[in-house]
């Protein structure tokens, strides 16, 4: 299986200011065929599904705001939401879908310092 | 647009067989993958299997030996029955289905529908 591991477990950040979310694979992701990497980067607020907001490590989904951007190669990748609004407490959770079982990482909460 | 509503008991007591129902609504279950994934409360995420709608099925090892994933096209719905369960089997359960785009579907995608999930309790 991959292992995904993502730091912080929490981390509270001031209004406006930038949050900042790692993710690393036990294996690389990065399909050699296609030269993509099958990360993808979900938001789930309390008593929801998860929602997605970036697929291919670095493509925002569509109406996703464009504060929110991923990045990253092979086995390490960044969530970086640059100027944090309230709505965007909640938790966030890395997912490889590069092999089964498809896997993801044990969550980050972000919070309002 | 399409939509997934998960269904069934709320309760299960250990040792019997938790059972789902997704139904599919708004489009229709052929030509795609679906997914079972499971939530215990307030922890993360666990892909249990995916179903294409032909039948042919691939499940997590770490579950495989209780899991059973079934699909009924004619009323568009597909199944999820997880045997003996235990309190470790509680937790909310979702189905998803990957992107599929204008041309193939691959269960080797992101999940970018979801249904709103239901909390399946295991006690006796």
């Known amino acids: 299986d991959i292992v995904m591991t993502q730091s912080p477990d929490s981390l509270a950040v001031s209004l406006g200011e930038r949050a900042t979310i790692n993710c690393k694979s036990s294996?690389?992701?990065?399909?050699?065929?296609?030269?993509?990497?099958?990360l993808t980067w979900y938001q789930q607020k309390p008593g929801q599904p998860p929602k997605l907001l970036i697929y291919w490590a670095s493509t925002r989904e569509s109406g996703v705001p464009d504060r929110f951007s991923g990045s990253g190669s092979g086995t390490d990748f960044t969530l970086t939401i640059t100027s944090l609004q309230a709505e965007d407490v909640a938790v966030y959770y890395c997912q490889q879908y590069y092999g089964t079982p498809f896997t993801f990482g044990g969550g980050t909460k972000v919070e309002i310092k | 647009q399409v939509q997934l509503q998960e269904s069934g008991p709320g309760l299960v007591k250990p040792s019997e067989t938790l059972s789902l129902t997704c139904t599919v609504s708004?489009?229709?279950?052929?030509?795609?993958?679906w997914s079972w994934i499971r939530q215990p409360p307030g922890k993360g995420l666990e892909w249990i299997g995916y179903i294409y709608y032909t039948g042919s099925t691939n499940y997590n090892p770490s579950l495989k030996s209780r899991v059973t994933i079934s699909v009924d096209a004619s009323k568009n719905q597909f199944f999820l029955k997880l045997s003996s369960v235990t309190a470790a089997d509680t937790a909310v359960y979702y189905c998803?289905?990957?992107?599929?785009?204008?041309?193939?579907?691959?269960?080797?995608?992101?999940?970018?529908?979801w249904g709103q999930g239901t909390l399946v309790t295991v006690s006796s």
């Open positions: 294996q690389s992701v990065l399909y050699s065929s296609d030269n993509k990497n099958y």
């Open positions: 998803a289905r990957p992107y599929c785009s204008a041309t193939t579907c691959s269960p080797y995608n992101w999940f970018d529908l």
């Open positions: 708004g489009g229709s279950i052929s030509s795609y993958y």
